[in-house]
């Protein structure tokens, strides 16, 4: 575990409290989710709901969570294909564990979100990362379609796919998806998908999970969250669905993580996917404005933003400022200026190709970005 010592969230937010810093690092929203939904955990604490919930879940939030995926015309038995996890980030890695073993290969898209790394490690196997690649003329960091398919090996089992995807807001379209799709069948893989970010689209945009794809049902394990989507990061409420033959592997691994977790969080996220879809969207609307404010402030203040599509994620590029490391920019901000971001470098294993970037979370109050943004004028 030497090379994964610490998390650059965990380091950047406790930098932000030690400098009384701006803290657009580490990515949490600073208002709370739908008020309906937090009256319905507290009802659960009062009502009992204080002990072990059932292993693969409340059977409400399962059947919550079935009904939900059918949205996007995928659908899943609640009470053999839908398992509750501490968060995504159980979900990823228990699934890892789960369909991959020792000295198979997996493929990630760089830059990553940083538990991949740490979870393909804990399952012993080997990380294949391909990079994103910008867009002539817009900019948008795309997915390369001709890399990935290059990096398949014989030992490749695995392929772990964000969308909307963190750090970079970029959302998959629905060519670069039927692309993995294509890929996956053709190599047999099976797809992890980590969607955490589902309803966080932009400009009108749809999320498209990769299970819907011709030839993914069979092999895909779709992984989400309640913490994006209700502002509830701390909840640790997530969720994986997939066919019975792969989620009962994936339940198998996570009865020896955490066998269980957040008892009386499950019956409220089960009401807030149930009834709180329209507070989401007013949600997404308000992220899209902040989103265009930040970008805004930043162009201001002489970065040069990339395009964001979704996520509450938006990634900066800091030459023209005259920086050339996003990192030591990044380490020196607090103490400079007050401001925390998290440079992209590190979300990589070829990190010079990102050295330029840093990467701001909007899901802050607008007086929180507009004093980000004033104080990062006086790098300018
Ligand atoms: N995947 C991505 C891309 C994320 O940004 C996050 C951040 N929280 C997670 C997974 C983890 O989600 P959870 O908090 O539900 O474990
Ligand atoms: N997902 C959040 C981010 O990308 C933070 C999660 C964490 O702190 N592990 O910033």
Redesign the pocket.
Same mark, same amino acid.
């Given at each position: 575990m030497r090379p994964f010592t610490s998390?650059i969230?965990?380091e950047m +937010?406790a930098l932000a409290n030690r400098t009384g810093s701006v803290n657009l690092?580490?990515?949490?929203p600073d208002t709370d989710g739908p008020r309906a939904m937090l009256d319905a955990a507290k009802a659960a604490i009062d009502s009992g709901a204080n002990q072990y919930p059932p292993g693969p879940g409340v059977p409400a939030l399962r059947q919550a969570i079935a009904e939900h995926r059918a949205r996007y015309g995928t659908r899943y038995d609640p009470d053999t294909e839908v398992l509750v996890t501490v968060g995504a +980030?159980e979900a990823i890695a228990a699934s890892l564990l789960a369909l991959v073993e020792p000295g198979d290969e997996v493929l990630l898209i760089e830059p990553y979100?940083?538990?991949y790394a740490a979870a393909v490690a804990m399952a012993g196997a080997t990380r294949r990362a391909v990079g994103l690649t910008e867009e002539p003329g817009t900019g948008r960091l795309g997915l390369d379609v001709a890399a990935l398919r290059a990096a398949v090996t014989p030992r490749t089992r695995a392929v772990l796919v964000n969308s909307p995807h963190?750090?970079t807001g970029t959302v998959l379209t629905r060519d670069e998806l039927a692309a993995v799709a294509a890929l996956c069948v053709e190599h047999d893989l099976v797809a992890i998908t980590d969607e955490v970010y589902e309803h966080l689209v932009f400009d009108g945009r749809e999320h498209l999970p990769l299970a819907a794809f011709p030839g993914m049902a069979e092999r895909t394990v779709t992984i989400s969250s309640a913490g994006k989507s209700f502002n509830c +990061?701390g909840w640790k409420i997530g969720w994986a669905c997939g066919p019975a033959p792969l989620l009962d592997a994936v339940r198998a691994a996570k009865q020896f993580l955490t066998f269980v977790g957040g008892a009386p969080f499950q019956p409220a996220v089960a009401h807030a996917l149930r009834h709180e879809l329209p507070w989401v969207d007013g949600l997404r609307d308000s992220l899209q404005d902040k989103r265009s404010r930040l970008a805004e402030g930043l162009t201001d203040a002489g970065f040069a933003v990339r395009p964001c599509e979704g996520t509450y994620?938006i990634t900066a590029d800091v030459r023209p400022l005259g920086f050339d490391d996003g990192e030591r920019l990044c380490r020196e901000l607090p103490e400079r200026i007050g401001v925390v971001g998290?440079p992209v470098q590190v979300f990589a294993d070829h990190p010079e190709r990102w050295k330029h970037l840093v990467r701001f979370?909007f899901c802050k109050r607008d007086e929180v970005l507009d004093e980000a943004v004033t104080r990062l004028r006086k790098l300018g």
């Amino acid at each position: 575990m030497r090379p994964f010592t610490s998390t650059i969230f965990a380091e950047m +937010t406790a930098l932000a409290n030690r400098t009384g810093s701006v803290n657009l690092g580490q990515g949490f929203p600073d208002t709370d989710g739908p008020r309906a939904m937090l009256d319905a955990a507290k009802a659960a604490i009062d009502s009992g709901a204080n002990q072990y919930p059932p292993g693969p879940g409340v059977p409400a939030l399962r059947q919550a969570i079935a009904e939900h995926r059918a949205r996007y015309g995928t659908r899943y038995d609640p009470d053999t294909e839908v398992l509750v996890t501490v968060g995504a +980030t159980e979900a990823i890695a228990a699934s890892l564990l789960a369909l991959v073993e020792p000295g198979d290969e997996v493929l990630l898209i760089e830059p990553y979100y940083d538990s991949y790394a740490a979870a393909v490690a804990m399952a012993g196997a080997t990380r294949r990362a391909v990079g994103l690649t910008e867009e002539p003329g817009t900019g948008r960091l795309g997915l390369d379609v001709a890399a990935l398919r290059a990096a398949v090996t014989p030992r490749t089992r695995a392929v772990l796919v964000n969308s909307p995807h963190n750090p970079t807001g970029t959302v998959l379209t629905r060519d670069e998806l039927a692309a993995v799709a294509a890929l996956c069948v053709e190599h047999d893989l099976v797809a992890i998908t980590d969607e955490v970010y589902e309803h966080l689209v932009f400009d009108g945009r749809e999320h498209l999970p990769l299970a819907a794809f011709p030839g993914m049902a069979e092999r895909t394990v779709t992984i989400s969250s309640a913490g994006k989507s209700f502002n509830c +990061t701390g909840w640790k409420i997530g969720w994986a669905c997939g066919p019975a033959p792969l989620l009962d592997a994936v339940r198998a691994a996570k009865q020896f993580l955490t066998f269980v977790g957040g008892a009386p969080f499950q019956p409220a996220v089960a009401h807030a996917l149930r009834h709180e879809l329209p507070w989401v969207d007013g949600l997404r609307d308000s992220l899209q404005d902040k989103r265009s404010r930040l970008a805004e402030g930043l162009t201001d203040a002489g970065f040069a933003v990339r395009p964001c599509e979704g996520t509450y994620f938006i990634t900066a590029d800091v030459r023209p400022l005259g920086f050339d490391d996003g990192e030591r920019l990044c380490r020196e901000l607090p103490e400079r200026i007050g401001v925390v971001g998290v440079p992209v470098q590190v979300f990589a294993d070829h990190p010079e190709r990102w050295k330029h970037l840093v990467r701001f979370a909007f899901c802050k109050r607008d007086e929180v970005l507009d004093e980000a943004v004033t104080r990062l004028r006086k790098l300018g």
